[in-house]
């Protein structure tokens, strides 16, 4: 697949802006699958906006749709500003706010891709409660070897094993990209 052009966008942003941590591709072209599945009136949920290459993959899977609400979340209101510009759908919220309050107000969401320690590691129990029955979440940055010395290999190894072994869930670990481990929640 060829990159879209709001993504090629979005990593020359990254690049000028320094930002290091954007989305790989291969869990960019998961999260526009997935978006592109969502169902009518979705309300979809990125914790942590970065430089928006995760929101533009969202927002290529979800084509000319405009049924779908899309919130992105960020701490960083200058980073969220600078982004925000950058000329998206009228159903893209950037929302500058802590992840916890923003999940729980925004809920019940049908995707979420949680891609800031906000949301994944602090706080995984109120992201997967914010998940409406048949909900997404998505998480990146899963592979324990790529986190030897940084301080994320117990919290990492806390997520997996939380994500893999809740009931509520139905949960794949996929060894590409970074580690990925896509969760649904179980309807109700």
């Given amino acids: 697949m060829q990159e879209p052009e709001r993504v090629t966008v979005a990593r020359a942003r990254a690049a000028a802006l320094g930002f290091e941590l954007s989305s790989e591709p291969g869990v960019g072209a998961l999260l526009s699958v997935l978006a592109a599945a969502s169902p009518r009136g979705a309300r979809i949920c990125e914790l942590g906006t970065g430089a928006g290459v995760g929101l ?37 919220e950037f929302v500058c706010e802590d992840w916890a309050a923003a999940v729980r107000e925004l809920a019940p969401l049908d995707l979420v891709f949680a891609d800031a320690p906000g949301g994944k590691i602090e706080g995984l129990d109120r992201t997967i409660a914010a998940l409406a029955p048949g909900g997404v979440l998505v998480v990146d940055d899963m592979d324990p070897s790529l986190h030897g010395d940084d301080g994320y290999l117990e919290p990492i ?10 009931p509520a869930l139905v949960a794949a670990e996929i060894d590409f990209a970074s580690g990925v481990i896509v969760a649904t929640k179980r309807g109700d």
């Fill in 56 to 92: 533009a993959w969202i927002v290529h899977g979800l084509g000319d749709r405009e049924d779908p609400r899309v919130f992105t979340v960020d701490t960083d209101q200058e980073l969220l500003a600078t982004v925000a510009v950058a000329g998206w759908p009228d159903s893209v």
């Fill in 157 to 166: 190894a806390a997520v997996r094993e939380r994500l893999l072994s809740d």
